[in-house]
């Protein structure tokens, strides 16, 4: 077993159980038990649990061990197609069928109940993710500047992405199991983008399919 190999063990092993029980309750032991590692590990690749913590849910928040790098954009790639990519590598990211569980059970105790390594995520994931957002709306809005209406628009083409991640049991209950699984990638990020270029101004507005499509089973006539 590779030194990478122990690091990713203890990081899922810390993940599951720091989004089960919460970080007070679990031991570094327990970890190293789950992991098959020694605990002398966590010392060499975190310092301590804390930053065994901080390694987890920046793997729950990147599904990446290492850090998430600058997007590299082609030449010919406008303003909106930038866009578009960004709203479909953050679909891509959170709905990945292969991610474990614990990912989404860390972030959202985290998010409920945040403790001090909140403050290291959003400075060292989350914001740099917003000034690319918001460096693509500058270039779709020229002169807009970083105030409360450009973070409430950053805020809304996100929570649109956040919602199929959180939301999907809700979303196969009212659409039906063929409705839900209609909803490819490719769908949801040309419906989110053609939804948030439309709000800006930047876009036709959203065309309503009138079409009759049947209820899904168990819907209520």
């Not at 310092?47 to 987890?56: F, M, N, T, W």
Request: glycine share 6%.
């Amino acid at each position: 077993m590779t030194l990478e190999d122990i690091k990713t063990r203890l990081i899922d092993a810390a993940g599951e159980a720091f989004a089960e029980r919460g970080y007070e309750a679990v031991g570094v032991r327990e970890i190293c038990q789950q992991a098959s590692a020694n605990v002398a590990a966590v010392n060499y690749h975190f310092g301590d649990k804390r930053g065994l913590y901080v390694a987890a849910l920046r793997h729950a928040q990147s599904c990446s061990v290492e850090e998430m790098k600058e997007p590299v954009w082609p030449p010919d790639f406008s303003p909106q197609d930038k866009f578009r990519a960004f709203i479909h590598a953050m679909l891509e990211s959170k709905l990945a069928p292969e991610r474990p569980r614990w990912h989404l059970e860390l972030m959202l105790r985290e998010m409920t109940r945040p403790t001090d390594a909140c403050r290291e995520i959003v400075e060292d994931y989350i914001r740099p993710m917003a000034q690319t957002l918001f460096s693509i709306l500058q270039e779709m809005l020229p002169g807009a500047t970083l105030n409360q209406q450009t973070w409430l628009i950053g805020f809304s083409v996100v929570a649109q992405v956040l919602f199929y991640q959180l939301n999907q049991p809700i979303v196969r209950l009212l659409m039906g199991q063929e409705g839900f699984e209609s909803l490819t990638l490719d769908v949801l990020t040309d419906h989110i983008t053609r939804y948030c270029l439309a709000a800006i101004g930047q876009g036709p507005a959203v065309a309503v399919d009138t079409s009759a499509a049947p209820a899904p089973q168990g819907a209520v006539s």
